[in-house]
């Protein structure tokens, strides 16, 4: 497997995991239950799952009242953007075996 295979491998299971913790914990509030912190939210999408935690903010009403997620979120995405960009564009070359 290609480092290539493995980022995209990477980046789909944790967008997947952001909205679907986004999905659960909308549940569990409805339910009244024991409910996912908003630390480990924010984690999820500072570890490559903002657009999936985005998507499930929106797809399931699920704390789009909170300003620190509705800027937060996307203020992540954008940092991770330009991240990407920077190390794409950068004048070091990385050598990845």
Same mark, same amino acid.
């Not at 944790?14 to 909308?26: C, E, Q, R, S, Y």
């Not at 998507?55 to 953007?81: E, S």
């Given at each position: 497997?290609?480092?290539?295979? *493995? *980022?995209?491998?990477?980046?789909?299971?944790?967008?997947? &995991?952001?909205?679907?913790?986004?999905?659960?914990?909308?549940?569990?509030?409805?339910?009244?239950?024991?409910?996912? +912190?908003?630390?480990? *939210?924010? &984690?999820?999408?500072?570890?490559?799952?903002?657009?999936?935690?985005?998507?499930?903010?929106?797809?399931?009403?699920?704390?789009?009242?909170?300003?620190?997620?509705?800027?937060?979120? +996307?203020?992540?995405?954008?940092?991770?953007?330009? *991240?990407?960009?920077?190390?794409?564009?950068?004048?070091?070359?990385?050598?990845?075996?």
């Amino acid at each position: 497997m290609n480092v290539i295979t *493995l *980022l995209v491998a990477y980046f789909t299971a944790v967008n997947l &995991i952001g909205l679907f913790l986004m999905g659960l914990d909308k549940y569990r509030a409805k339910k009244r239950l024991w409910r996912i +912190p908003e630390s480990t *939210l924010f &984690i999820i999408a500072i570890i490559g799952g903002s657009i999936g935690s985005i998507i499930g903010m929106y797809a399931f009403r699920h704390k789009t009242r909170h300003w620190y997620f509705v800027y937060g979120m +996307p203020a992540i995405l954008v940092l991770q953007i330009a *991240l990407i960009y920077a190390i794409l564009h950068s004048p070091v070359q990385i050598q990845i075996m």
